[in-house]
């Protein structure tokens, strides 16, 4: 037998300092493995809308409030209460904002709604608007 002779010795000393209890066990502790797992599966369980597709009756009925705001917003600037969809910039869909703001123009060239406030909505984007009041 080959360890008979040593089987019962002592430890020799070793020549680092002994780690603590704590310090060993964070060796064994767990880690993460995958990184960014949480966020991703959070992200993923995420909803968002899928961008409403109108009618003919309903394109049609939109297409008159427009021609209407083109016609009042020549000489005042009106306020209107818009319904319009925000495409998400990580993933298919988005969502449906509401805003109520009073329209500085409305470009026809680019087709997008100038707000006062500097912001602006892609008239393909909007589901629905009313005018609620004319500004100054």
């Known amino acids: 037998m080959r360890y008979s002779k040593i ?4 430890r020799p000393p ?4 002994k780690m603590s209890a704590v310090d060993r066990a964070a060796q064994f502790s767990a880690f993460a493995a995958l990184v960014g797992l949480d966020e991703q599966m959070n992200e993923t369980a995420r909803l968002v809308d899928s961008k409403i597709e109108l009618s003919e009756d309903e394109i049609e009925t939109l297409n008159q409030k427009f021609q209407r705001l083109i016609e009042v917003s020549d000489g005042v600037k009106p306020q209107i209460k818009v319904t319009y969809f925000v495409p998400d910039p990580r993933k298919d869909g988005g969502t449906y904002v509401t805003k109520i703001g009073e329209v ?3 470009d026809e060239i680019f087709h997008k709604i ?4 500097g912001s602006e909505i892609c008239v393909s984007d909007v589901l629905d608007f009313d005018m609620i009041g004319q500004g100054g």
């Open 14 to 17: 070793s020549s680092r300092p």
């Open 7 to 10: 089987i019962n010795l002592s």
């Open 104 to 106: 500085k123009r409305v």
């Open 114 to 117: 100038n707000f006062k406030d």
